[in-house]
């Protein structure tokens, strides 16, 4: 039985690449990539030279692929599942090959690294203690509104990928469900030669994005603020149960 290797890649500078990354491209029998032309690019820039074989492995073919790969596997082979930049699975493909892998009682294995999620969080300047992180934002205004909608009592801090040609909308109909106040951080090229990371309530976000914006961008919200609870004994309950005005 072969093993299946989730394998983080860099977001940006090639620099951030682990040791068993290097490796893991190095001996494998089987590199699955989102991109092969970017994965053949990364293990240039490593130094690595790829003696498996490469395959893509992307939205339109995921299915199909995800059959071959698991063969490919129980074959005996050793298989690195690797996407455009950070974590595979997260917002980017990988799911149904590992859900097939596992269920035909292959081995899983990840070797972890960069991810604009936890990079945007940290430099963020917002609470970390608790987040959730909520991927892309449907792309019709309705879908996103409502989406927004559901998460406007959310209280832990929230993170978000949006396209750059649709990171305006999004942030205006942000402020327009979420409050014009909410603090928020846009993290674009994050770990790149033109990092920039804007920190600011939702309107002012929305207001410099409106000229438009280049590159990958993570956005990093605030959660809704807590609601202080009313001091006093009236109609404060006892743990037996009872109110102990009534006594």
Not at 6 to 13: F, L, N
Request: glycine letters at 8%; aromatic letters at 4%.
């Amino acid at each position: 039985m072969g093993v299946l290797v989730v394998a983080a890649t860099p977001i940006g500078t090639a620099e951030d690449a682990s040791p068993r990354l290097r490796e893991a491209l190095a001996t494998a029998e089987v590199v699955a990539a989102e991109d092969t032309r970017r994965v053949r690019r990364l293990a240039a820039a490593l130094g690595v030279q790829l003696e498996g074989r490469v395959v893509s492995y992307y939205d339109a073919n995921e299915r199909q692929r995800a059959h071959e790969l698991v063969a490919e596997l129980q074959a005996g082979r050793r298989v690195v599942l690797v996407t455009d930049a950070g974590m595979p699975l997260l917002s980017d493909p990988g799911y149904r090959l590992l859900t097939e892998a596992i269920a035909a009682g292959i081995p899983v294995t990840c070797i972890p690294g960069p991810s604009a999620i936890t990079t945007a969080l940290v430099v963020s300047g917002l609470p970390v203690d608790r987040f959730c992180f909520e991927g892309f934002l449907p792309r019709r205004q309705a879908g996103r509104r409502s989406r927004l909608a559901e998460l406007a009592d959310e209280p832990r801090t929230m993170v978000f990928f949006e396209a750059p040609h649709r990171l305006a909308a999004t942030l205006a109909d942000m402020a327009a469900v979420l409050g014009p106040e909410r603090r928020a951080a846009a993290c674009r090229e994050l770990t790149k030669t033109y990092e920039e990371v804007r920190r600011g309530s939702l309107v002012e976000l929305a207001s410099w994005a409106a000229s438009g914006v280049r590159g990958e961008v993570t956005l990093v919200v605030a959660g809704a603020p807590r609601v202080a609870r009313p001091s006093g004994r009236r109609g404060t309950v006892d743990g037996d149960g009872t109110d102990p005005g009534s006594r």
